[in-house]
């Protein structure tokens, strides 16, 4: 039984959030708490296994309090972020401080907003309980020193990833390895509309490289990342001797739009060979098929390791059904894309 614990200043959403936690069969509220202070007693006394915590609150606020909560007392904690502007950012924050997701609170008729997304709080709670949570004794570093060029890269060369839970600070520590001239690179991270656009920003201000999202018929460049926009499939397609991007609104796949599948599944058709493939930390399976039609296709393919991932979930469903070889460290990664992109052809891989 997965014991939870809610913090949140609203009564309302207290008990909204009880009461939608208590419908799996393999969880319970084990306290609710309307401040951190009175938080942080409860969690001394019932040690919960996951968190989900209120990103406003008086006295207190929750990204203080979490920041306290992993320098001090490691734990997986779930954000309850509002649907604006700056929720997003606070919300992004609050995952780099080492948050492992977050659902988002409607503004308007919370109990309502928030029984849509049940089956998805329950599969985050789930995979909160099933992470692994580091120590934080300082703020994390946006960069680190990116491996150089290895040799030219072709403008033929194209990148995908595709990530989940525990994603974003994945996604900002694989570009941080990479240099300023890397092969385009297309990214779709399970994410709602408004928060991809904060974390491309966010991003963008952070790195050498240029992000932003991606948007339909934008041409792909090198040195530049386009993120998938949440609530839509971003597609790679050719056009001509150009890649571009192709943003569709068609159903979900594995439950998620964007899906992993659907990007990897078509840079498979356009790019080919040509392509380098990488699955980051997340739960589920969204992905593996994908990447093993790119590997079919002579793509190079990575998924990330279990000790670096948040999550393993869907890195190791690619490696079982044999679309990467093995765990990659997140550390190694950059290294490994550099080389891969810097070879005259990759080898195809059956």
Not at 296 to 324: C, N, W
């Amino acid at each position: 039984m997965i014991r939870v614990m809610v913090v949140d200043d609203s009564s309302l959403v207290r008990k909204v959030l009880t009461d939608l936690i208590e419908q799996a069969g393999d969880m319970e509220v084990v306290a609710t708490a309307p401040d951190p202070h009175a938080a942080r007693e409860l969690i001394k006394k019932l040690n919960p296994d996951v968190l989900t915590l209120d990103v406003e609150m008086p006295k207190m606020d929750g990204i203080d309090f979490l920041e306290k909560i992993m320098r001090l007392r490691p734990m997986p904690v779930v954000m309850v972020s509002s649907l604006t502007h700056e929720g997003n950012e606070t919300t992004l924050r609050a995952l780099e401080l080492g948050a492992v997701d977050f659902i988002t609170k409607p503004q308007i008729d919370v109990a309502e907003g928030l029984a849509e997304y049940v089956d998805d709080l329950h599969e985050k709670l789930r995979a909160a309980n099933a992470s692994t949570v580091s120590r934080r004794t300082k703020a994390p570093k946006a960069k680190v020193r990116p491996v150089s060029n290895a040799g030219r890269p072709s403008s033929e060369k194209i990148i995908v990833v595709g990530s989940s839970t525990g994603g974003t600070e994945a996604i900002r520590n694989l570009l941080s390895q990479l240099p300023k001239q890397s092969p385009g690179i297309l990214i779709t991270q399970h994410m709602p509309g408004g928060f991809t656009r904060s974390f491309a920003e966010r991003l963008n201000r952070e790195l050498d490289l240029t992000v932003a999202e991606g948007s339909e018929g934008q041409r792909v460049r090198p040195g530049c990342v386009y993120i998938a926009p949440g609530g839509y499939h971003m597609v790679l397609k050719r056009s001509g001797s150009d890649y571009v991007i192709g943003i569709e609104d068609s159903p979900p796949v594995n439950r998620h739009r964007p899906s992993v599948d659907v990007l990897f599944e078509s840079a498979a058709k356009a790019a080919g060979k040509n392509a380098i493939a990488v699955i980051l930390t997340g739960m589920g399976q969204d992905g593996a098929a994908g990447m093993l039609s790119l590997r079919h296709s002579g793509a190079y393919t990575l998924a990330q390791d279990e000790k670096s991932s948040v999550v393993f979930g869907m890195p190791k469903e690619a490696i079982e059904r044999g679309a990467a070889d093995h765990g990659t460290p997140l550390s190694k990664m950059g290294e490994a894309i550099v080389r891969a992109a810097s070879e005259q052809g990759l080898a195809t891989r059956l």
